[in-house]
């Protein structure tokens, strides 16, 4: 990784991903990558998408039908952890298989017509001096991002008060900064420095306690003027909509692994319309322009770097906003020689 993701949950300085090359027999490939995370991950998920194949094979190329199809198949096990990733990896490669089948950018094959998506940099940020930190968040400006996201979870609030006010000093007041805590507080720590950072500024608070305490992030999203975005833990639509119910957040976030996939975030996009509330991406980039594009209540697209170097053509950013591909799919094309180098 180009830079180290220190987070409250450890530092992250490898991408282990795995690359999903789905084969019909129109001749067609569609392509998808899972983060997974670790390393043993990897060989999991690739196990389970074997399992996935089996189920699918000779049946046409029908995603959303195939996505049924798969739920039941795993229902005994559970369509949940790498179950849930291996089937949004493989239904995100069939969505990119099918808009290239009718030469269409996958933005615009589910609708979307937006050319540009509003993007903030995810890259780095993590727990590191305040120095460090500030000359890092003057490096992710590049681009003309108006957005950048710091880790926080330091152990006490001075500490996380020390490094976000030394990356605003930096910055300026004209960027939006977002922080996120990466599930690190008991729900008394989260109101204690929700309250603090109320002063400072952030543009959204992110998983400050337990990604499945709804009812303390409601408690969090009552008493606090900072907005919550939770999400990327989202596991399915139905966690989405029991937070949204109580209310437990501001804004939504899901993860295209963990929503299910294309088909996935199309019922979450559905949901957070009718909802009216902002949604933005976490991670898989490439992907997520094209779906925020075709998303009614688009927000913002984190932008994370960690696919470059294996890609052909990465996502580009031009002033703050990702730049929706014009290829046909969803734009991801391996670069053979980077695969080969980088391969586990």
């Known amino acids: 990784m180009t830079y180290a993701l220190g987070t409250s949950r450890g530092a992250i300085t ?130 003309g991002f108006g957005a950048v996201k710091l880790r926080l979870g330091y152990p006490t609030l001075a500490e996380d008060l020390v490094a976000v006010r030394a990356v605003r000093k930096r910055i300026g007041d004209g960027v939006r900064l977002m922080v996120d805590y990466n599930q690190a507080l008991t729900l008394a720590q989260a109101l204690e420095r929700g309250r603090a950072l109320d002063a400072e500024g952030i543009y959204w608070l992110e998983e400050p306690i337990r990604h499945d305490d709804f009812r303390g992030c409601a408690t969090l999203a009552r008493e606090l003027r900072v907005p919550i975005q939770i999400g990327e833990n989202f596991s399915g639509t139905g966690d989405m909509l029991d937070a949204i119910e109580l209310p437990a957040c501001d804004y939504v976030m899901p993860d295209l692994e963990r929503i299910g996939g294309v088909t996935g975030w199309l019922r979450a996009a559905a949901i957070a319309a009718t909802r009216r509330i902002e949604m933005s991406s976490h991670l898989f980039p490439e992907i997520s322009a094209h779906l925020l594009a075709a998303t009614p209540t688009c927000h913002y697209l984190e932008y994370v770097d960690w696919a470059d170097k294996v890609l052909e053509e990465p996502l580009r950013i031009e002033n703050g906003h990702a730049v929706v591909p014009e290829r046909a799919g969803n734009g991801l094309a391996w670069n053979a020689r980077a695969v080969e180098k980088f391969r586990a």
């Open 14 to 143: 490898r991408a282990p991903l795995l690359l999903i090359d789905l084969e019909t027999e129109e001749g067609v490939t569609g392509r998808a990558y899972l983060w997974c995370y670790l390393p043993q991950a990897m060989t999991a998920a690739a196990s389970l998408l074997d399992a996935v194949l089996e189920a699918v094979k000779g049946d046409a190329l029908a995603p959303v039908e195939l996505h049924g199809k798969l739920s039941r198949r795993f229902a005994l096990i559970g369509v949940q952890g790498i179950v849930r990733m291996a089937m949004a990896g493989f239904d995100m490669a069939a969505w990119d298989a099918l808009s290239k089948a009718a030469d269409m950018p996958l933005g615009r094959f589910l609708g979307g017509g937006a050319s540009r998506v509003l993007a903030y940099n995810s890259c780095g940020l993590g727990l590191m001096p305040a120095d460090r930190l500030a000359d890092e968040a003057e490096k992710l400006l590049a681009g």
